[in-house]
């Protein structure tokens, strides 16, 4: 289905565009997500991501390579590629995961948090959107 064709291709690319971002140098990451394995064709960029704190995955322990990304994922990858660290804000008011990455996006100009659909599907566009804003392009 050209749809998982077009995300996965979005998640390949994010992937990738994180990993030429950071540090080289390699952190040991006590992170095991349990739906990757050595066999799979994208187990070595994951695993670079986890040692790196770009993700450390599910709070479930899993990574979940066949599910679509949406525009908080892409934007907490993003951050974590430039080292924007997540604003600190007030979980009673503020109640979705992403809140503190939005808030640290929207300081630095990278997304309108008023416009920006925290739980809406990233389409290719917004990805490069949101890392060339992450990247000051």
Do not use: C
């Not at 390949?12 to 050595?38: E, Q, R, Y």
């Not at 899993?62 to 907490?76: D, H």
């Amino acid at each position: 289905d050209w749809l998982i064709k077009g995300f996965s291709i979005v998640l390949v690319f994010v992937m990738v565009f994180s990993l030429m971002l950071v540090d080289v140098n390699l952190v040991s990451a006590d992170v095991t997500l349990k739906d990757i394995n050595p066999k799979d064709w994208f187990y070595k960029d994951v695993q670079t991501l986890v040692s790196k704190g770009i993700t450390s995955g599910y709070t479930d322990g899993t990574f979940r390579p066949n599910n679509n990304i949406g525009n908080s994922e892409v934007l907490k990858f993003a951050l974590a590629s430039v080292d924007i660290q997540p604003k600190i804000v007030d979980k009673a008011i503020y109640k979705h995961w992403a809140d503190g990455y939005i808030q640290a996006a929207a300081e630095k100009g990278i997304i309108d948090a008023t416009s920006f659909d925290k739980d809406a599907l990233a389409t290719r566009e917004q990805v490069a959107e949101i890392f060339a804003k992450a990247l000051g392009k």
